[in-house]
């Protein structure tokens, strides 16, 4: 075999091999801008989503206007666009969420063990959509547990039974 052809087959394998290299480079760099699309897309939603329930801790006489934003055509697309662009863990813990508020409407009664025991329900499910959205842009590592999320909010946070 001439010199020059075995020269002309090196040069060929490590051709192909470096535009596989670049292809599969390409791919990689196609999938990561798709991903921090999505992340930033998701980070928007989830802020729309949060805001009536971020209203209500800012302020809790505010609960009427917090219940009006959730009402509103707004943020019915906003929980669409949630269903449609959040992780199954944020969908899933939004649910659990929602359904808690649809099914104790009125939480206000006088019975001080129940409106404990439906405090601690809501805070724990707050706190499983946060933990949830934080992993979901980016943080799928955290060590953070539910109690956490909400520790810079409330003062006697060891009296919420987080299950």
Do not use: C
Not at 98 to 112: A, L
Not at 143 to 159: A, C, G, Q, T, V
């Amino acid at each position: 075999m001439e010199p020059w052809v075995i020269i002309e087959i090196i040069i060929a394998i490590f051709g192909s091999s470096s535009i596989a290299g670049i292809v599969i480079q390409n791919k990689i760099q196609k999938l990561r801008s798709i991903e921090e699309k999505l992340r930033e897309e998701r980070r928007k939603v989830y802020a729309e989503v949060l805001l009536p329930f971020i209203e209500i801790f800012a302020n809790p006489s505010n609960t009427v206007r917090a219940m009006e934003r959730v009402s509103s055509l707004e943020f019915r697309q906003a929980s669409f666009d949630l269903i449609l662009v959040g992780s199954d863990e944020v969908v899933k813990a939004y649910g659990n969420l929602m359904q808690y508020i649809y099914k104790h409407p009125n939480d206000n009664n006088n019975n001080k063990e129940d409106k404990s025991s439906s405090t601690s329900e809501i805070m724990s499910l707050w706190a499983t959509l946060l933990l949830e959205i934080r992993k979901s842009l980016g943080n799928k590592s955290t060590n953070l547990k539910e109690e956490d999320m909400l520790r810079h909010l409330i003062k006697d946070i060891e009296r919420i039974d987080f299950k």
